[in-house]
């Protein structure tokens, strides 16, 4: 039975080979900053208040200007169609029919067009950037052309990271798929059947990159090698150049580079150490986030990811001043375990879980929480 994300987990851990759970579930090196994420909410606790009629209550929040029903994005990431055949499309469809948005990654096997063609409301799409500018330009018109509302660009990715689990599973751009894969999947035959009556999976936004190649395996090692990792501060100005609509910079949890991101011209941070995947040790982003929105939050919008897995957690980040919480892992779950039911049943259980707290803490507009967090959040 579902009742929270730690089922859903569980539902994806039994459905999917092993391989591919672990590339979801999984972090960098010790995964200590996954479970430090989850862990740091548990430092701030609630103290309910009563009598303040609760009858009514609103989740509705503007994030980049626009008005949505929760405030909730879906994450960008990579290889979701992987996880069920045109996943992106699935998670696409149950954000636009929860009101929220949907991010979607460069590396996700659906292309911008496709996940265009199967969705009415605009997406956010998440840019990295390669060594070939040509490919980023294009990428970057292809987002224009599609009206997603705003480019995600991702800055917490300095070099490569080292997840052990995928190292140990063979489940990296370098390695060709073993006979422990093989057995892996035969063995999980729910999600192999499901693959093999899908498309054939590539990475949809390279499939007319030539060099890329085709098919998932030579161009996941055209993405590892042209990933560009002399990255810096000029290479946003260009960016930023390029792309009139919002712009969004995904992975900060230092204020210098907040405030420099923001000089920079960018409408939005994401206060994020993508889930823990890159720099184990790194500290776990609810404590980074006071001190980035004391420094920009009345100049842009802050939002929040890493260690959601319940509402009270988003109401915990948005009491801390985020304006949004972007969920990975957790929706991912729903996604692996049951397609687009899944990602709504994941959105269901946040949403629950973020109207009962409310409630209890006795403050009926999410909007609010920030301005009154006094009145019912006991500090770390
Ligand atoms: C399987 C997986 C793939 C991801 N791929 C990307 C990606 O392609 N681009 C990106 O910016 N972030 C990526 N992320 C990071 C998420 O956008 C987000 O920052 C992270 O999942 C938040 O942590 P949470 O999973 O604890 O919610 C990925 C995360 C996961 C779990």
């Known amino acids: 039975m579902i009742v929270n994300i730690r089922d859903l987990r569980e539902a994806a851990r039994r459905r999917l080979p092993r391989f591919l759970f672990d590339y979801v579930d999984g972090a960098a090196y010790d995964e200590k900053t996954m479970r430090w994420n989850e862990a740091a909410f548990d430092r701030w606790r609630f103290r309910h208040r009563v009598l303040n009629d609760m009858s009514e209550r609103r989740l509705g929040a503007s994030v980049l200007g ?3 029903a929760l405030p909730l994005i ?12 045109r996943g992106e499309i699935a998670a696409a469809r149950a954000a636009e029919a929860a009101g929220i948005p949907f991010c979607l990654s460069t590396a996700s096997i659906c292309s911008i067009e496709e996940v265009r063609a199967a969705t009415k409301a605009p997406f956010w799409f998440q840019l990295y950037v390669t060594k070939d500018r ?8 292809r987002a224009d052309a599609a009206g997603c509302s705003a480019l995600v660009l991702t800055v917490d990715i300095a070099m490569r990271a080292n997840r052990e689990r995928d190292a140990r599973n063979r489940f990296t751009a370098r390695s060709a798929i073993g006979l422990s894969s093989w057995i892996d999947m035969v063995t999980h035959p729910a999600w192999s059947l499901a693959m093999l009556r899908g498309p054939k ?11 890329a190649g085709a098919g998932i395996m030579s161009q996941g090692e055209f993405v590892a090698r042209n990933m560009d990792f002399s990255l810096d501060w000029k290479d946003l100005d260009w960016i930023r150049a390029q792309w009139k609509r919002k712009l969004v910079v995904k992975g900060v949890v230092h204020p210098d580079d907040a405030a420099r991101i923001v000089d920079a011209g960018a409408d939005a941070v994401v206060v994020s150490n993508h889930g823990g995947r890159q720099l184990d040790g790194d500290v776990p982003t609810l404590d980074a986030l006071p001190a980035i929105v004391e420094r920009v ?11 959601i897995r319940r509402g009270q957690s988003v109401v915990k980040a ?3 001043g985020a304006k949004g919480c972007l969920v990975g892992r957790a929706f991912l779950y729903g996604l692996a375990s049951a397609g687009e039911t899944g990602v709504a049943q994941a959105i269901a259980i946040l949403k629950d879980e973020i109207d009962t707290t409310i409630a209890h803490i006795g403050v009926a507009d999410v909007l609010d929480l920030a301005r009154r967090r006094d009145e019912f959040l006991l500090g770390a």
Not at 134 to 141: G, S
Not at 201 to 211: D, E, I
Request: glycine content about 10%; overall charge negative.
């Open 297 to 307: 939050g009345t100049r842009v919008d802050v939002l929040f990811d890493s260690g």
């Open 318 to 320: 948005l009491a801390l």
């Open 134 to 141: 040509e490919i980023t330009k294009n990428l970057i018109a």
């Open 66 to 68: 626009a008005d949505q």
């Open 74 to 85: 879906l994450a960008p990431t990579g290889f979701a169609g992987l996880l069920w055949p």
């Open 201 to 211: 999976a590539q990475f949809g936004n390279l499939a007319s990159v030539q060099a």
